[in-house]
C-alpha cells in the first residue's frame, strides 16, 4: 500500500520568504508524485509532477520539487511567497497498478505574512 | 470550456434523504473518479471508473452508487443520508496512461 505523509499541517511565511514543503512518500513500485494546491471553496489544481526522467521538476507558479529516492521525499519549494501563494497543498502519490488512484497526504496550509 | 464540471456546487439536505451528484468532463479522458473530502480536509478516492467500467471501490457504504453512462460522465448516488456523509466530494478524470488527474470545483454536501 502506498502512503504519503506531509510534515506540518500548517507553515507561516513572510512574502518574499522562500516557501518549503516537506512530502514523504512510501511505494513498493517506482511512484509518481504530484503536487496540488487547493484555494478556498475551489477544487485542486495540479502545481507539478513527476513520473519519470530529470528528478527536478518544475510547476506553475514559480514552484519546484525535486524528487530524492533515498530519501523518499518529493519536497515543494518557491524561492519567494506572494500573498496569492495562500492556500493548502496537498502531496499525492499514484499508484499506476489500481486504476492511477491518487493517495494524498494530509495537506498543509500556507500562511502568507505582508 | 470547464473541463470537469460538478452539479450542484452546494447541496443541503435532511438525514435520510437521497441525492446525486453529476459529473461531466469534457477532455476525452477514458478515467473517472470519485474523492471525498472530510471535514479536515483528507481527500480519499471511492471510485473510478474506466470506459464505463468500474475499477476502483474503497471501503464506501453500499449506500453510495456510482453510475458512468457514458465515458464523459460519472454519476454520485447517495441513499438514506447520514449526517457523516457531510463533506466536499471531488469528481476527477484522467488519461489512464497519463497520471495527472483534473478535478472539478466539488460539491459541499451537508446533511442535517
Known amino acids: 500500500a502506498q502512503s504519503v505523509t506531509q510534515l506540518g499541517s500548517h507553515v507561516s511565511v513572510s512574502e518574499g520568504a522562500l516557501v518549503l514543503l516537506r512530502c514523504n512518500y512510501s511505494s513498493s513500485v517506482p511512484p509518481y508524485l504530484f503536487w496540488y494546491v487547493q484555494y478556498p471553496n475551489q477544487g485542486l489544481q495540479l502545481l507539478l509532477k513527476?513520473?519519470?526522467?530529470?528528478?527536478l521538476v518544475k510547476g506553475i507558479n514559480g514552484f519546484e520539487a525535486e524528487f530524492k529516492k533515498s530519501e523518499t521525499s518529493f519536497h515543494l519549494t518557491k524561492p519567494s511567497a506572494h500573498m496569492s501563494d495562500a492556500a493548502e497543498y496537498f502531496c499525492?502519490?499514484?499508484?499506476?497498478?489500481?486504476?492511477?488512484?491518487?493517495?494524498f497526504g494530509g495537506g498543509t496550509r500556507v500562511l502568507v505574512k505582508p | 470550456d470547464t473541463a470537469v464540471s460538478q452539479t450542484p456546487k452546494y447541496l443541503v439536505t435532511q438525514m435520510g434523504n437521497d441525492k446525486s451528484i453529476k459529473c461531466e468532463q469534457n477532455l476525452g479522458h477514458d478515467t473517472m473518479y470519485w474523492y471525498k473530502q472530510d471535514s479536515k480536509k483528507f481527500l480519499k478516492i471511492m471510485f473510478s471508473?474506466?470506459?464505463?467500467?468500474?475499477?476502483i471501490n474503497e471501503t464506501v457504504p453500499n449506500r453510495f452508487s456510482p453510475k458512468s453512462p457514458d465515458k464523459a460522465h460519472l454519476n454520485l448516488h447517495i441513499n438514506s443520508l447520514e449526517l457523516g456523509d457531510s463533506a466536499v466530494y471531488f469528481c476527477?478524470?484522467?488519461?489512464?496512461?497519463?497520471?495527472?488527474?483534473?478535478f472539478g470545483q466539488g460539491t459541499r454536501l451537508t446533511v442535517v
Open positions: 476527477a478524470s484522467s488519461q489512464r496512461a497519463n497520471t495527472e488527474a483534473f
Open positions: 513527476y513520473t519519470t526522467g530529470a528528478t
Open positions: 499525492a502519490v499514484s499508484d499506476t497498478a489500481a486504476g492511477n488512484k491518487l493517495t
Open positions: 471508473y474506466n470506459n464505463k467500467e468500474l475499477i
